[in-house]
């Protein structure tokens, strides 16, 4: 049995996995955005509307958002960096900061604009037509 033959194992590439960095960057910068928006905007205002906080003391209320903030940023970063580590890209933590940046950016530019056509149109209403 010196010349037995060995079954050849044959080997089945698996195609990586093509992910359009853009489009995964954009993604990331939604998600690091709403994270940020859950942690700094409304876990705050759920807080004061939702929980009757006028019948707590301010310290002891203060104290415990500041403890349920913590926790809502770690579980954030969890959240972030197990995505991350599911669709590791180079360039995609960048690509994600910028995406982010720039949509705050988009946002706030939007926001500014709206409130000032709002603020001249107001203005316009209370003039007096003579004509």
């Known amino acids: 049995?010196?010349?037995?033959?060995?079954?050849?194992?044959?080997?089945?590439?698996?195609?990586?996995r093509v992910l359009?960095?853009?489009?995964?960057?954009?993604?990331g910068g939604l998600?690091?955005?709403?994270?940020?928006?859950?942690?700094?905007?409304a876990l705050p205002v759920a807080w004061s509307e939702l929980l009757?906080?006028?019948?707590?003391n301010e310290f002891l209320s203060g104290a415990l958002l500041l403890i349920v903030g913590i926790a809502a940023i770690v579980?954030?970063?969890f959240v972030w960096r197990k995505l991350d580590?599911?669709?590791?890209v180079p360039g995609l933590r960048a690509?994600?900061?910028?995406?982010?940046?720039?949509?705050f950016l988009a946002t706030s530019i939007t926001v500014s604009l709206g409130n000032a056509v709002e603020q001249?149109?107001?203005?316009?209403?209370?003039?007096?037509v003579w004509l």
């Open 95 to 103: 690509g994600a900061f910028v995406a982010a940046a720039a949509l």
């Open 85 to 88: 580590q599911s669709f590791a």
């Open 31 to 41: 998600v690091l955005l709403l994270g940020f928006g859950l942690v700094f905007a």
């Open 120 to 128: 001249d149109d107001a203005k316009q209403e209370r003039r007096p």
């Open 52 to 56: 009757p906080t006028q019948n707590l």
């Open 1 to 16: 049995m010196a010349v037995a033959e060995n079954p050849v194992a044959t080997t089945t590439q698996t195609r990586p």
């Open 75 to 77: 579980a954030v970063c």
């Open 20 to 27: 359009n960095l853009g489009l995964a960057s954009l993604a």
